[in-house]
């Protein structure tokens, strides 16, 4: 069975930065496209940012120009570079990836991880 695992939250002060990673808990399975959501208490998840198997990006207004999203293919990871964070940023943030099982794309979702940005 292989699971999608996230690391990379934590506390943090306003203005400062987390990178935040997204990986399968097995070898061997290979990630394509990959979502990043965010949650807080009592909301749906929003959609912060995006990347395709060919590394097309994509963002919500919210993030543009502080969060980067990227991919290292060799080592299956895809990676959240959030900067400039602010204390709206605190939530859980989900992985949410097509992964290659068995010659098919299978949708998983990572346990998520906590951040949190406060002074």
């Known amino acids: 069975q292989v699971q999608l695992v996230e690391s990379g939250g934590g506390l943090v002060q306003p203005g400062g930065s987390l990178r935040l990673s997204c990986t399968t808990s097995?070898?061997?399975?290979?990630?394509?496209?990959v979502n990043w959501y965010r949650q807080t208490p009592g909301k749906e998840r929003d959609l912060v940012a995006s990347?395709?198997?060919?590394?097309?990006?994509k963002y919500s207004d919210s993030v543009k120009g502080r969060f980067t999203v990227s991919r290292d293919n060799p080592k299956n990871t895809v990676y959240l570079q959030m900067n400039s964070l602010k204390p709206e940023d605190t939530a859980v943030y989900y992985c949410?990836?097509?992964?290659?099982?068995?010659?098919?794309?299978?949708?998983?979702w990572g346990q998520g991880t906590q951040v949190t940005v406060s002074s």
């Open positions: 990347i395709t198997n060919r590394a097309e990006k």
């Open positions: 949410n990836a097509d992964v290659w099982v068995n010659w098919r794309l299978n949708n998983f």
């Open positions: 097995r070898s061997g399975f290979s990630i394509t496209h």
